[in-house]
C-alpha cells in the first residue's frame, strides 16, 4: 500500500517560494484506482513527482511516504533508484515526455528491464513484445518509432514501458488530456484491465471529474496544495460536502441539465 | 536584477568613467614629450633619476638641489630677463660639486632670451667640448651638491627661467619612442578601443537586423540577394580584404568604424532571418494581415521587438570582434597616425624598437587592456545571453 | 445573405503522389444569427473546414463562403472588409498571441488596426477582459510567459470578440479552461448569441454543443455523419459514430459504457467511410450513404435510416 502521510512540498525560486502541497495524506491499495482531481495549479502533478522523488534540486519535502512500510523520502538516492519502476512507475502526462523519438518503441519498452532487472536484451524484447500485446497494440509496433503512431498508440506505449518491470503501482498523471474522446474511453478501459489483471494500485491525476467518476474507487479533490475532501466515487459526486467539490459538481452537472 | 552582480558591467563602468574624464587629469597634452623616450616607469626604476624642474624668478635668483644619482639624460634651459639698464655683468651659473661653469652670458644686454638644450652643438662648443661628446657627465660630474644661479651686477627687472632635466623615470607606464607619457596614451586608448568596438559592433547590428528582417519577411528575391551577400562575406578572407580597403579608402576612424561593420553583420542578419521566418508563419501574424495590418506595423510592433532581445547579446558579443580587428589593423599600421588606439601603441612599440630595447612597460599594457576589454564584453554578453534566451532560461518563479 | 455556407466542399492536400483527403463533400448552411456546432474529433476536417472558410486553405472543389463572399479568390480589399466582420478563435493560443505584447495591449491592438483611436480601444479592452475574468493585474502581464493554458486562452477570446463580430468562428475555445472558468466563456459567449453574433463551434465535446448551440453536424474523417438540432444529436444520436461519440463522453458518475473497438480492417474504396470500425455494419455498407434528409431537420448518412 503507498501510504502518504502530511507531504508538504515547497518548491524555491529565485524570487519566492512557492509551497505547493500542504499537508497531504492519502493510501492506495494494490488493486484499487484512486484518482486525485484538481484544477491546474492545485499540486496534483507535484503529488506524483514528490512520490518518485523526481522534484526539482533544492526544493523542501517534508513528511512521510509509505511504500509498502518503508519511508521512501528517508532512503538514499540508490535505494530508491531500485524501487523506482520495479515497484513504482509513472505514466507521464503527454507520451512525448515518456517517449524518446530516437529510439523504436521495442527498445524503449525493453530499456527499464535491461536497467532495472538487470535483464539481457532477447529477454527483454521478448517480454516487450509481450507488454505490446497486453496494452493492445499489434506486436509489429515493436520496430516503429514513436512518430509514426498516433497520439493514442503512443499512449498506450508509454503505459507499457511503464508497466516493464512489473510494478505493484502506477502512477498516470492526465493519461488521457488531448487525446480524442474515443481514444480516451479505450485508454481508460486499458487501464481498468490492467489494473484488474495485475493487481496493482492505480493512482491517477486529473482534472476531469466526470472521467475520475467513471474509473475510481475513490477520488481525492485537491485545491490550493490540500486533499479538500476524499471518498468513495459515487459517494462523492452524489452528495459532496466541502464548498469545492460541491461548486465543481454543481458546474459539471449544468453542463449536462442544460439546454 | 542579476546583472548587478556581474564584475563586468562595473569594470565596464569604470572604464568608460575612466575614459571620459581620465584625460582632463593630465596637464599635459598626450603628444607632448613629459621625458625622453623609453624611460622607465617610477615603480620599475626607483634609483633612475627622477625629472629636475628648476624655476629662476626675481624672487629666487639661485636654486640649489641635491643630486644622487647617474647623469641624465636631457638638459634644457628656456626663459627670458630683461634688465632696466643693461647690466655690466649678467652671467647664468652652474655649479657642480667639481667646480663651476657659465651656461650663458648676457652681460651688457637689456633684454635676453635662452634657450639652451644639452643635445645643441653649439652649447657643447661653449663649454669647450667637442661636437659629439655627450656633455651629459661634463654637467653632472658626481652625485653632491648643485646650483643654478644667475650672478649679475645689478637684480633684473623681470626674469624667468626654466631648467627641465627629464629623470630616467616617469609615470606610471614610462614613456615610448617619442617621450610620451604611456599613462596617458594608455588611458586614450580606452577611449578609441570603446569607441571604434562599440559603433562598429551598433552598426553592424543595425545593418543585421535590417537585412535580416527584408530577407526573412519578404523571402523571394530579396532574401535571395541578400542571403547571397552574406554567404560571400563570409567566405571572404576579413583581415586581407579589409587590409586591401584600409589602404584605399585612407586611414581615418570613420572608414574604419564602416570597414569593420562591413564585415560583422552577417550572423546577426542570419539569427535575425531565422527568428523572422519561423515567427512570419505563425497564427497571430496571419490573423493580424487578414485584419489588414500592413507589413511596416508587423515588423515594427512584433518583429522587431522579438529580435531585440537576441540582438544585446550579439552586441555584447561583437564587441571584442571589432575591437580585435582594430587593434590588428592598427597593429599592421593601417590606422590614422593621429589617433591614439592600443593597437597604434602597440604598432609603434615594434616600429620603434620597443621590443628590441626591453621596453616591456610599452607592450604589455596595450596588450592586456585589449585582452581585458574583450573579457569584459565576452561576459558582459555571455550573462545577457542567459538571460534573454529563454531555452537557457531556468523556469522562474 | 448567410453568415456562412459550404457547398459540395472538398478540401485535399497533396504531397508529392500521396493524397490525403480532409474533406469530402461538406455543405452546411449557418444564417445570420445563427449558431452551429461543427463536432469530429482529430483528423475530421474541422479545423480544415475553419480554414478553407477563412480563405487559408483554397477548396479543392465547391466552395467556403463567408458572408457569401469566398475569401480565397475574393481581391484584398473585400477580403479585408468580409474578415473584419469575424472574429478567430484558433485551436492554440500559443502561437495566436502576439508573445511581445501585453495582455492588454494584445486585445487593445484589434480595435486599433481597424478604428484607429485609442481612448475606446482600452475601453473596450477593460470591459472585454474583465468580462472574460482576467484578473486587473493580469493586464499589463507579457503574453512571454507567466499565463496559464486557460488565461491565454481567455486573451485569445477576447482578441476575437472586441471588435463585435457578426460571426465567430471558435476551435475547441474552452479547451484549456477548468471546469469554473469554462462557464465563464461560456456565458460570455451565450451573451453574445443573443445579441445576434452567430457563431460555428467546433468541438469534439457533444455535451458542450448541446449547451451552446441550436445545430450541430458530425464530421468522420472529412466526411459528413449526421446533422441536427444539438439537443436531439447527443440524446438521441443516430448514425453509430455519433452514438459512440456520445457514450465514450465521461458523465459524472456514470460508469464508462462500451467504447468503439478500432477494428482496423481495410478501408474499401467507395464504402462508407464509418465501416472499418462500426458495431453495427451490414451488406449495404460496402456502398457509401448518402448525407440526406430523414426527417424534420435531421440528416444522416447511413444505411439504418435511408
Redesign the interface.
Known amino acids: 500500500m503507498i501510504s502518504i502521510k502530511g507531504l508538504r512540498v515547497t518548491y524555491h525560486g529565485e524570487r519566492r517560494s512557492v509551497e505547493a502541497l500542504r499537508g497531504v495524506s492519502l493510501d492506495v491499495r494494490q488493486g484499487e484506482v484512486v484518482s486525485v482531481v484538481g484544477e491546474s495549479g492545485s499540486g496534483k502533478s507535484t503529488l506524483l513527482f514528490a512520490l518518485l522523488r523526481l522534484l526539482p534540486y533544492g526544493t523542501s519535502v517534508s513528511g512521510q511516504v509509505f511504500l509498502d512500510d518503508k519511508d521512501v523520502l528517508e532512503l538514499s538516492d540508490e535505494e530508491f533508484r531500485k524501487l523506482r519502476w520495479c515497484k513504482i512507475a509513472l505514466v507521464p502526462q503527454g507520451s512525448m515526455n515518456a517517449l524518446t523519438p530516437v529510439m523504436t518503441i521495442g527498445s524503449q519498452i525493453a530499456e527499464p528491464m535491461e536497467v532495472h532487472l538487470d535483464l539481457d536484451k532477447i529477454e527483454a524484447k521478448r517480454i516487450a513484445a509481450s507488454l505490446l500485446e497486453e496494452v493492445e497494440l499489434p506486436v509489429h509496433f515493436s520496430s516503429r518509432y514513436p512518430h509514426q503512431l498516433s497520439g493514442g498508440q503512443r499512449q498506450r506505449a508509454a503505459i507499457a514501458m511503464a508497466l516493464a518491470c512489473n510494478p505493484n503501482y502506477l502512477l498516470a498523471d492526465e493519461p488521457t488530456t488531448a487525446l480524442d474522446v474515443i481514444v480516451q474511453a479505450e485508454i481508460v478501459k486499458l487501464l481498468l484491465r490492467l489494473v484488474r489483471e495485475r493487481n496493482m494500485g492505480l493512482l491517477l491525476v486529473t482534472h476531469d471529474l466526470p472521467l475520475a467518476s467513471g474509473l475510481s474507487d475513490r477520488i481525492a479533490v485537491m485545491h490550493d496544495g490540500a486533499i479538500v475532501e476524499e471518498g468513495e466515487s459515487l459517494e462523492l459526486i452524489e452528495s459532496p460536502r466541502h464548498r469545492h467539490t460541491k461548486a465543481l459538481v454543481t458546474a459539471l452537472k449544468k453542463l449536462e441539465v442544460e439546454s | 536584477m542579476r546583472l548587478l552582480h556581474r564584475w563586468s558591467l562595473w569594470a565596464l563602468a569604470l572604464g568608460a568613467i575612466i575614459a571620459a574624464i581620465g584625460p582632463y587629469f593630465f596637464k599635459t597634452s598626450p603628444e607632448e614629450a613629459v621625458a625622453p623616450p623609453f624611460v622607465k616607469p617610477v615603480w620599475l626604476a626607483k634609483d633612475a633619476p627622477p625629472s629636475l624642474h628648476l624655476t629662476i624668478t626675481e624672487g629666487h635668483l639661485e636654486r640649489r638641489f641635491l643630486w644622487e644619482y647617474e647623469p641624465p639624460l636631457r638638459f634644457s634651459l628656456k626663459g627670458a630677463m630683461r634688465f632696466e639698464v643693461p647690466p655690466e655683468v649678467a652671467q647664468i651659473v652652474w655649479q657642480t660639486p667639481k667646480g663651476t661653469m657659465v651656461l650663458y652670458d648676457a652681460s651688457k644686454k637689456a633684454e635676453s632670451r635662452i634657450d639652451l638644450d644639452a643635445r645643441d652643438v653649439s652649447f657643447k662648443l661653449a663649454l669647450g667640448l667637442s661636437p659629439f661628446q655627450n656633455p651629459m657627465p661634463h654637467l653632472f660630474p658626481a652625485t653632491g651638491e648643485y646650483a643654478l644661479r644667475l650672478e649679475s651686477s645689478e637684480p633684473p627687472a623681470e626674469i624667468s627661467l626654466a631648467l627641465q632635466v627629464p629623470g630616467s623615470r616617469w609615470g606610471l607606464l614610462g614613456t615610448d619612442q617619442r617621450g610620451r607619457d604611456v599613462f596617458h596614451l594608455f588611458i586614450l586608448g580606452i577611449r578609441v578601443s570603446l569607441l571604434v568596438g562599440l559603433s562598429a559592433t551598433f552598426i553592424a547590428t543595425a545593418l543585421g537586423l535590417a537585412f535580416g528582417l527584408s530577407s526573412g519577411y519578404f523571402g523571394g528575391v530579396i532574401d535571395a540577394v541578400i542571403m547571397r551577400a552574406v554567404d560571400v562575406l563570409l567566405s571572404v578572407p576579413t583581415l586581407p580584404i579589409m587590409i586591401v580597403l584600409a589602404g584605399l579608402w585612407g586611414k581615418g576612424l570613420f572608414n574604419l568604424i564602416l570597414i569593420l561593420s562591413a564585415f560583422s553583420w552577417m550572423s546577426t542578419a542570419r539569427t535575425v532571418r531565422s527568428m523572422t521566418l519561423s515567427l512570419r508563419e505563425a497564427p497571430f501574424v496571419e490573423g493580424l494581415r487578414a485584419l489588414g495590418a500592413p507589413s511596416s506595423y508587423i515588423l515594427w510592433r512584433h518583429l522587431l521587438p522579438e529580435a531585440l532581445p537576441l540582438l544585446l547579446a550579439n552586441i555584447a558579443l561583437g564587441v571584442p570582434g571589432a575591437v580585435l580587428a582594430e587593434a590588428g589593423l592598427s597593429f599592421l599600421g593601417l590606422s590614422d597616425p593621429r589617433l591614439v588606439s592600443w593597437g597604434r601603441m602597440l604598432h609603434e612599440a615594434h616600429a620603434f624598437g620597443a621590443f628590441t630595447s626591453g621596453a616591456w612597460w610599452l607592450i604589455l599594457p596595450p596588450g592586456f587592456g585589449i585582452a581585458g576589454l574583450c573579457l569584459v564584453f565576452l561576459d558582459l554578453g555571455r550573462h545577457l545571453e542567459e538571460i534573454l534566451d529563454p531555452r537557457l532560461r531556468r523556469k522562474a518563479l | 445573405m448567410n453568415a456562412a455556407q459550404a457547398k459540395n466542399l472538398r478540401v485535399f492536400f497533396s504531397k508529392g503522389k500521396e493524397v490525403t483527403w480532409a474533406l469530402r463533400g461538406i455543405d452546411f448552411v449557418l444564417p445570420l444569427g445563427g449558431s452551429l456546432a461543427l463536432i469530429g474529433?482529430?483528423g475530421s476536417g474541422k479545423t480544415t473546414l475553419l480554414r478553407a472558410l477563412?480563405?487559408?486553405v483554397a477548396p479543392s472543389e465547391g466552395e467556403a463562403l463567408l458572408f457569401d463572399t469566398n475569401l480565397s479568390s475574393a481581391e484584398a480589399a473585400k477580403?479585408?472588409s468580409v474578415?473584419?466582420r469575424c472574429g478567430?478563435i484558433?485551436q492554440?493560443p500559443y502561437?495566436?498571441?502576439?508573445?511581445?505584447?501585453s495582455v492588454e495591449d494584445a486585445v487593445a491592438?484589434?480595435w486599433q488596426?481597424?478604428h484607429g483611436s485609442t481612448e475606446e480601444a482600452k475601453e473596450k479592452t477593460t470591459s472585454l477582459l474583465e468580462e472574460l475574468n482576467i484578473e486587473r493585474e493580469m493586464f499589463k502581464s507579457s503574453l512571454?510567459?507567466g499565463l496559464?493554458?486557460?488565461q491565454r486562452q481567455r486573451v485569445a477570446i477576447a482578441r476575437a470578440l472586441v471588435l463585435e463580430p457578426e460571426l465567430l468562428l471558435a476551435d475547441e475555445p474552452t479547451s484549456m479552461q477548468?471546469?469554473?472558468t469554462?462557464?465563464d466563456v461560456l456565458e460570455v459567449l451565450k451573451r453574445r448569441i443573443k445579441r445576434g453574433m452567430a457563431l460555428l463551434f467546433v468541438t469534439?465535446?457533444l455535451?458542450?454543443a448541446?449547451?451552446i448551440t441550436e445545430r450541430g453536424l458530425v464530421l468522420f474523417q472529412g466526411n459528413p455523419c449526421e446533422e441536427g438540432p444539438s439537443?436531439a444529436i447527443i440524446e438521441n444520436p443516430m448514425h453509430p459514430y455519433t452514438e459512440?461519440?456520445a457514450?465514450?463522453?465521461?458523465?459524472?458518475?456514470?460508469?464508462?459504457k462500451a467504447?468503439?473497438?478500432?477494428r482496423g480492417a481495410p478501408k474499401k474504396e467507395g464504402g462508407c467511410p464509418f465501416l472499418p470500425f462500426c458495431p453495427k455494419s451490414f451488406d449495404k455498407c460496402v456502398t457509401s450513404p448518402p448525407f440526406e434528409d430523414i426527417s424534420l431537420g435531421r440528416k444522416v448518412a447511413c444505411w439504418h435510416f435511408l
Open positions: 474529433e482529430s477563412l480563405g487559408l477580403r479585408r474578415r473584419r478567430y484558433a492554440d502561437g495566436s498571441l502576439p508573445p511581445t505584447l491592438e484589434v488596426l481597424v512571454r510567459d496559464s493554458g486557460g477548468d471546469a469554473s469554462r462557464w469534439h465535446d455535451l458542450l448541446k449547451v439537443k459512440a461519440l457514450s465514450a463522453l465521461p458523465r459524472l458518475g456514470k460508469p464508462l467504447a468503439v473497438r478500432r
